[in-house]
């Protein structure tokens, strides 16, 4: 990064300063970033011109473009002029608060291992006090830093159930955090719901993991998000639909990472490849897929409870449930529930026998 621009107006940066602490915003720094974002870009050279436009004293504009760029909402430009561009306020939140993240979650981490020891040294009845601890996080950076700490760390075997949800960017966003395991080559496995394979974004999701080397397999319904991590640390994620926080426990005791990858080998084993080069849903899937949806229908749930539990918009599960009303003849969704769960059944005795 160019520093001349930084020159001019005589500051030298400080990574964690009084802008980055502060918790209160000054009303001067609001005019002077909303003024950049308007021109486009400041000029150090002109910052007695903003001074004047804004009629405050030039001090003033100095001291607020020295902590805007601190607060990495302002940075010098690359070319010859060196002048300071906007920075959109996401992009200068992750900027900042990024290596926060990762040293203080490589503190906790520091600090979990070392209770560990000390629990080892104490003998059996110190490790199972330890071990059956649950750590809860809350709030998506939270999540987020010890999703990636645990990625980072990982080397052996990365598995991975994810849901569908209502907030499908919330979900990827976390799981995006995985990615470094994915980089070192680790091995992945991710268990996705079957509504993955007919979403053209999703798809495209699918297509990155796959060209990173994860195998992938979709069931009907996913039942938890969560990642295990070398089959020694859990991370089980609870995710709102009320618009709340979402919560994440982590959890290093044998028993239940062991429960939960037992979980998983199941429902890997009884899961559909994902081929990327495949059209919509094969035939496997789709049956597969009326099945559950059956199912819920037999027990009286609405479209709207059906399609929650199988992660899918109601517009789309109305569709679904509309071809099984057509293929069975049936008048309501409750007789067509029964029916498609008499016919799947007698369809599997049937596949049982002959093999």
């Excluded at 964690?16 to 950049?36: N, T």
């Excluded at 992945?188 to 798809?203: E, N």
């Excluded at 859990?234 to 639909?241: H, K, R």
């Excluded at 495949?278 to 819920?296: H, M, S, T």
């Amino acid at each position: 990064m160019s520093t001349d621009a930084l020159s001019v107006i005589d500051w030298t940066p400080t990574t964690y300063g009084r802008a980055a602490a502060g918790g209160s915003v000054d009303e001067h720094l609001i005019d002077v970033y909303q003024y950049a974002a308007r021109a486009g870009s400041l000029a150090p050279n002109a910052l007695g011109t903003v001074a004047r436009d804004l009629g405050l004293p030039p001090r003033t504009v100095f001291g607020a473009v020295a902590e805007l760029v601190e607060l990495r909402l302002l940075r010098a430009d690359a070319g010859p002029g060196g002048v300071l561009v906007p920075v959109a306020p996401q992009t200068a939140a992750a900027l900042l608060v990024a290596p926060a993240e990762r040293a203080m979650y490589r503190r906790r981490d520091l600090a979990d291992r070392l209770q560990e020891r000390i629990a080892a040294l104490a003998g059996p009845g110190g490790q199972a006090a330890h071990g059956g601890a649950v750590d809860v996080f809350e709030g998506v950076a939270e999540i987020r830093g010890l999703l990636k700490l645990a990625a980072d760390v990982c080397r052996r075997e990365l598995v991975v159930l994810r849901p569908g949800h209502e907030d499908e960017e919330l979900l990827d966003e976390l799981f995006e955090s995985c990615a470094g395991a994915l980089d070192c080559g680790v091995e992945s496995r991710f268990v996705l719901p079957h509504r993955c394979r007919a979403d053209f974004a999703a798809r495209a999701r699918v297509k990155r993991l796959l060209d990173y080397g994860a195998q992938i397999r979709t069931v009907s319904l996913v039942p938890q998000a969560a990642a295990v991590f070398d089959r020694e640390l859990a991370i089980i994620l609870s995710l709102p639909t009320d618009g709340g926080r979402p919560t994440a426990r982590r959890v290093r005791d044998a028993d239940v990472v062991g429960f939960l990858v037992d979980m998983v080998d199941q429902l890997w084993e009884g899961a559909a490849t994902f081929a990327s080069d495949e059209p919509g849903y094969a035939n496997e899937v789709a049956d597969d897929l009326q099945r559950a949806i059956a199912r819920l229908m037999a027990q009286g749930y609405t479209d709207e409870v059906v399609a929650r539990r199988l992660g899918m918009s109601v517009r789309t599960c109305r569709r679904h449930i509309a071809a099984l009303l057509r293929n069975l003849g049936s008048v309501s969704r409750f007789q067509a529930g029964v029916k498609a769960a008499q016919h799947f059944t007698i369809q599997d005795a049937q596949g049982a026998s002959a093999g």
